[in-house]
T-cell receptor, first 112, second 109 residues
Framework: NAGVTQTPKFRVLKTGQSMTLLCAQD?????MYWYRQDPGMGLRLIHY???????AKGEVPDGYNVSRLKKQNFLLGLESAAPSQTSVYFC???????????FGQGTRLTVV | KNEVEQSPQNLTAQEGEFITINCSYS?????LHWLQQHPGGGIVSLFM???GKKKHGRLIATINIQEKHSSLHITASHPRDSAVYIC???????????FGTGTRLTIIP
């Protein structure tokens, strides 16, 4: 019963490096989301997807790209990491008809 | 101004006390969520409400649609209830959630 799994859980990047965060869900959810969580702020939506092959921008999309080639996976990419992208990243998923969200355990990313 | 406001931001209480956390929002919604985030970081959904009241164990969530307000109550609080509690709303016709900044609850033995 994995639910929503994020990899990796921790990562330190140097400025300018690239990386991909993977989110996998085994609940056949249509919707998937990537959020970032920063001190003193609510979770902010980076990108989201309402189905396989579709993605859309959220509140803070700059500097990130996403892909959803398979229904169960949602990838978040940082092409050229910046210190401002130091944050905790959460993936979530939900059914279209039932908006209860299921969250991954988070990825703590530090860009130095 | 965040369209989802939570109060208080921080709350410290003694074990056994009755806890209330409040959430106010500014526009009509289709659903409101209460989430719990433990120190380890994981986020768990506690309740999803569109009207009335829901209860799960020692946790009770209520919502007043007319007043655009929801409360999360914890009865007989316990140190293991220490966590950040987050309110989030979903607007009509929108698949996205808008989050409050959270209430950090600490229960002292």
């Amino acid at each position: 019963n994995a639910g929503v799994t994020q990899t990796p859980k921790f990562r330190v990047l140097k400025t300018g490096q690239s990386m991909t965060l993977l989110c996998a869900q085994d609940m056949n959810h249509e919707y998937m989301y990537w959020y970032r969580q920063d001190p003193g702020m609510g979770l902010r939506l980076i990108h989201y997807s309402v189905g396989e092959g579709t993605t859309a921008k959220g509140e803070v999309p700059d500097g990130y790209n996403v892909s959803r080639l398979k229904k169960q996976n949602f990838l978040l990419g940082l092409e050229s990491a910046a210190p401002s992208q130091t944050s905790v990243y959460f993936c979530a998923s939900s059914y279209r008809e039932r908006p209860e969200a299921f969250f991954g355990q988070g990825t703590r990313l530090t860009v130095v | 101004k965040n369209e989802v406001e939570q109060s208080p931001q921080n709350l410290t209480a003694q074990e056994g006390e009755f806890i209330t956390i409040n959430c106010s929002y500014s526009v009509g919604i289709s659903a409101l969520h209460w989430l719990q985030q433990h120190p380890g970081g994981g986020i768990v959904s506690l309740f999803m409400l569109s009207s009335g009241k829901k209860k799960h164990g020692r946790l009770i969530a209520t919502i007043n649609i007319q007043e655009k307000h929801s409360s999360l109550h914890i009865t007989a609080s316990h140190p293991r209830d220490s966590a950040v509690y987050i309110c989030a709303v979903r607007h009509f016709g929108n698949e996205k959630l808008t989050f409050g900044t959270g209430t950090r609850l600490t229960i002292i033995p």
